[in-house]
T-cell receptor, first 111, second 113 residues
């Protein structure tokens, strides 16, 4: 069975600090993709960052980076220099022979 | 470029009524999905489609039906609305499972009273 696990229901971070949101996955596929989405309180789902299973370099998109550890089957999202606007739900997802979402982590940035 | 369009944005139904949530995408994506999201929770897959004429059940299909007669459209039908179906419904599409993200509509907020 394939699945995504996000073990942190809620996280707090001080403004301007970095924060890591955890994601582990389970798959028997050789080729798969890992994705992170942000869902602010307004409700829309915003795609943030992608990592392919064969990518050797960790993906980065501005203040977002994906810490990909293939042997540990983890794909943690790192947000650097947190801003108040980063307060939102964050979902990890995996695409392979099917698409799966984790249960999400609620991030609150404290001024 | 519209992306994924969901209508309506909000709807209130009475118990036992039926309705169709519309979803259309203009990106020529083969894969389309319907999710529901209950307050404070994650996404649960209701139905998905890998192409026109092909649909399959997800995690929570009971009480819902779908059809996929064209690549662009993937409507979700609620037959006998129940309070447990009060939720936010998201439609999503993608061209490919491994290398492309899912593109989401803005959601339909549905209340069953």
């Amino acid at each position: 069975a394939q699945k995504i696990t996000q073990t942190q229901p809620g996280m707090f971070v001080q403004e301007k600090e970095a924060v890591t949101l955890d994601c582990t996955y389970d798959t028997s596929d050789q080729s798969y993709g890992l994705f992170w989405y942000k869902q602010p309180s307004s409700g829309e789902m915003i795609f943030l960052i992608y990592q392919g299973s064969y990518d050797e370099q960790n993906a980065t998109e501005g203040r977002y980076s994906l810490n990909f550890q293939k042997a540990r089957k983890s794909a943690n999202l790192v947000i650097s220099a947190s801003q108040l606007g980063d307060s939102a739900m964050y979902f990890c997802a995996m695409g392979g022979n099917q698409f799966y979402f984790g249960t999400g982590t609620s991030l609150t940035v404290i001024p | 470029n519209a992306g994924v369009t969901q209508t309506p944005k909000f709807r209130i139904l009475k118990i036992g009524q039926s309705m169709t949530l519309q979803c259309a995408q203009d990106m020529n994506h083969n894969y389309m999905y319907w999710y529901r999201q209950d307050p404070g929770m994650g996404l649960k897959l209701i139905y998905y489609s890998v192409g026109a004429g092909i649909t399959d059940k997800g995690e929570v299909p009971n009480g819902y039906n779908v059809s996929r007669s064209t690549t662009e459209d993937f409507p979700l039908r609620l037959e006998l609305a129940a309070p447990s179906q009060t939720s936010v419904y998201f439609c999503a599409s993608t061209s490919e499972l491994v290398n492309q993200p899912q593109h989401f509509g803005d959601g339909t907020r549905l209340s069953i009273l």
